[in-house]
């Protein structure tokens, strides 16, 4: 939430507003003082990595009457606020719209009572109303993420790696009870990310006769020498009679049939708390400058508004639409047409329950090998796991390739059974092994073996397999790349597998550095990136970090350009605001390395600042996987699988499989909302392969907005954010505007 405050609060700013922060939610709103106070660009400085909200939230019993509601017009009337951005869930927003709607009438009402002025009743004729989502359940129709959910499942999934590496020396079942009253996505995705055994949601209720089903796959993963069982439980889990599926009555239930140790392990209110993640971050910073500009261009016909995510983009959605939207799932829950909750819950919902279903169930045609290709990445363990549960419950031996495509060469292939990938999602790095090149050898093992592949490398060592089909008929078998590099580089998708759990670590190490100077003043931070030539990880890095400058090869930049960073840093050291953080992408320009932008920076700070420098490096790489890259790599996994099947039988002729057509050797990337599978030689003419990055780059329309939030004189065009059918561009104004937020 402090994310939002702060973008709302620096992107007011910025157009010209004064912004106030109203303290303790509607409460605050309704008893006025000092509850209602002035922001400042300042004032929301080092708030990005604070947890729950500064400003602070409350109920608000009073505000649900009309005299409560009466009370807020006037606090607001008295202050000039006529544009209100309102952070939190249904009922929140809900309240807010009966507000926008009763304005009117409510400054008709303070008029008669002698409390306003008739001009005061004229300037703030209009209230316009903006809300954002800030939910941890992702309980709210319309948007694909709520503020605050992806925090919370790192909360969950830090906590379900801590039991599971404490209990390898044990045989026990662990019950775990996530949040979630009436939405079960914590659950659900929680349990794709640690690979649970079972699952319980509300909006799924399991069939009759579960307990015996339960307890018969404990019974066999027992028996397959495995010495962990891993249960979620959402908090609101019914049977399809209504009954509460709790924690207690599970355990009781293992230990009953099974004799089992079962521990329960209820997670509670520490899923709110703790330091935001990166996604978290640049998804309320993106949806509080767009909340700003929803309020600028709103006009008395203007139905109130919500901030949602929609694939990559930013959108406004009518709010009471989205509310009745979700009102209607949990309809559907209580007449008990549970299909239909499922499917208003949103794609994204279905497509994660749709997922875990696959890989819950085992079956024991061809042979399908995956392997590694390129530098590890977190979340490559989760979609080799994957990929091989899927292929066996599909009907196929699968095989697992060492360390790539040298290993392919040397036959160093084997199968692999659905229990040697038990615990391998929450594991970094590549379990298989990984080398970057394809060898002339590799043709010998390729009779009858599918290849999942990964990372940019792979990209171009799939367009040689593919254009040597014509001298080898060995490489006419489906072929599938996933992408996975935490630089973020790969064409034919907006995101790859190990890039989120590269963010992560970079936003951690900023947040210490940044941390290691609060006793420090007047000091900067020179920090470089990992990326080549590819600017993700240190442009969305430097958005969620809040950093002053950061500098990529995708926009050139010169000595001129260095120093008016440096004036500009000079400039904040006057405030109270006395740190600075600057990244560098490690490939963004040949001579202005990182130790000479330290060195420049120090010489032209003299006596005003001093530097510190700082490389990354390949603890970028390392760590857990983010619940991000699990799920990701979990899902895009499954579907690659599944259109290998397919790709297989449909290329099945003569007793062989023969498959030499451009859309048999594929690229399956995420555009926008959609996971599309590309053919690699129509991607080709995308990529610049000197400099190993896509020709086009999404993420590259965020670096007005971190400019923005920087206090750097801008334009921000949003022809591309909203709903917008026209090109808007904002020019930062005279901050004496008549507009107060």
């Known amino acids: 939430m402090n994310a939002a405050v702060r973008a709302v609060v620096r992107m007011g700013i910025y157009v010209g507003a004064k912004v106030y922060f109203i303290h303790e939610g509607y409460q605050g709103m309704v008893d006025g003082g000092d509850n209602i106070e002035e922001a400042s660009w300042e004032s929301v400085s080092s708030m990005l990595q604070v947890g729950g909200t500064v400003i602070g939230s409350a109920r608000c019993k009073e505000f649900r009457t009309h005299e409560g509601r009466l009370k807020a017009a006037h606090n607001l009337v008295e202050r000039g606020i006529t544009n209100l951005c309102v952070i939190g869930g249904d009922g929140s927003l809900t309240g807010a719209n009966l507000f926008r709607e009763e304005w009117s009438s409510l400054l008709d009402e303070l008029l008669q009572k002698g409390l306003i002025s008739k001009e005061a009743v004229r300037s703030n004729s209009e209230l316009h109303i903006v809300g954002m989502v800030g ?18 499942l790192h909360r969950i999934i830090e906590v379900v790696d801590a039991i599971m590496t404490t209990a390898q020396s044990h045989q026990r079942t662990f019950v775990l009870e996530v949040m979630g009253r009436h939405c079960g996505y914590l659950a659900m995705v929680s349990a794709l990310a ?5 699952v319980f949601i509300p909006e799924m209720p399991p069939e009759d006769g579960w307990e015996d089903n339960m307890c018969q796959k404990l019974s066999e993963n027992r028996a397959d020498k495995k010495r962990l069982n891993i249960i979620i439980v959402a908090e609101g889990a019914i049977d399809h009679h209504n009954k509460p599926i709790t924690p207690d009555y599970i355990k009781e239930l293992v230990v009953r049939c099974l004799g089992f140790d079962t521990r329960v392990t209820i997670l509670g209110h520490v899923q709110r708390g703790g330091t935001p993640s990166a996604f978290d971050r640049i998804l309320a910073s993106r949806m509080g400058v767009e909340a700003v500009l929803a309020l600028l261009e709103a006009s008395a016909s203007t139905p109130a508004c919500v901030v949602s995510l929609v694939g990559n983009q930013a959108v406004r959605l009518p709010l009471m639409e989205c509310v009745q939207m979700t009102q ?15 499917r208003l819950r949103g794609r994204s919902f279905e497509n994660n329950l749709s997922t875990y279903r696959l890989l819950s169930y085992r079956k024991s045609s ?53 229990g040697d990938v038990g615990g391998w999602t929450g594991q970094g790095g590549s379990l298989l092994g990984t080398k970057r090149y394809i060898s002339a050898a590799t043709k010998v093992w390729m009779c009858n073996l ?6 940019l490398i792979a990209f171009e060592s799939l367009l040689q397999l593919y254009e040597a089909r014509a001298n080898y008929e060995e490489f006419c078998v489906p072929m599938c790349m996933l992408p996975a590099t935490i630089s973020n580089n790969v064409p034919g998708t907006d995101l790859s597998i190990g890039a989120d759990t590269s963010l992560n670590a970079i936003v951690e190490t900023c947040d210490r550095i940044k941390q290691s100077a609060s006793g420090t003043k007047r000091r900067v931070f020179i920090i470089e990136t990992m990326g080549g030539y590819c600017g993700y ?31 500009h840093l000079t400039e904040k050291m006057k405030t109270s605001i006395q740190r600075g953080l600057v990244l560098r992408n490690e490939n963004s320009n040949e001579n202005f390395t990182t130790d000479f932008i330290y060195q420049l920076y120090s010489e032209e700070g003299r006596g005003v600042f001093d530097c510190r420098k700082n490389i990354l490096g390949h603890m970028q790489q390392g760590g857990a996987p983010s619940p991000f890259d699990r799920n990701f790599g979990t899902k895009i996994s499954a579907k690659a699988m599944q259109w290998i099947t397919r790709t297989l039988k449909e290329s099945f002729k003569g007793g062989r499989v023969f498959a030499n057509s451009e859309d048999t050797a594929c690229l399956l990337g995420m555009r926008r909302r959609a996971l599309v599978f590309q053919p690699v030689a129509e991607l080709r003419d995308e990529t610049d392969f000197v400099h190993r990055i896509p020709k086009e780059q999404w993420w590259l329309k965020l670096r007005p907005l971190m400019k923005i939030l920087a206090k750097y004189k801008t334009s921000y065009d949003v022809s591309d954010s909203g709903q917008l059918e026209h090109v808007t561009r904002f020019q930062p104004k005279d901050s004496n505007s008549s507009s107060a937020i």
């Not at 640690?194 to 079972?198: I, K, N, Y």
């Not at 979340?379 to 796991?385: D, H, I, Q, S, Y």
């Open 537 to 567: 990880l240190a442009t969305v890095g430097g958005l969620a970090a809040g950093a002053d400058a950061v500098y990529i090869y995708e926009e050139p930049f010169d000595i001129r350009d260095l120093q008016a960073n440096v004036e």
């Open 450 to 455: 599918i290849v999942i592949l990964f990372k």
């Open 194 to 198: 640690c690979g649970a055994d079972w």
């Open 366 to 418: 061809f042979n399908v090998a995956v392997l590694n290709v390129g530098a590890p990445a977190a979340g490559m363990n989760a979609a080799v796991r994957s990929a091989v549960r899927v292929g066996i419950t599909e009907g196929h031996k699968m095989f697992a390739v060492s360390d790539g495509f040298e290993g392919f060469s040397k036959g160093q292939v084997r199968e692999i059974k659905w």
């Open 135 to 152: 939910s941890i359940d992702n309980d709210f129709c319309g948007t694909d993420m709520t503020i605050g959910t992806d925090s919370a």
């Open 328 to 342: 209607e799932v949990q309809k559907a829950m209580d007449e008990k047409r549970f299909e239909e909750a499922v």
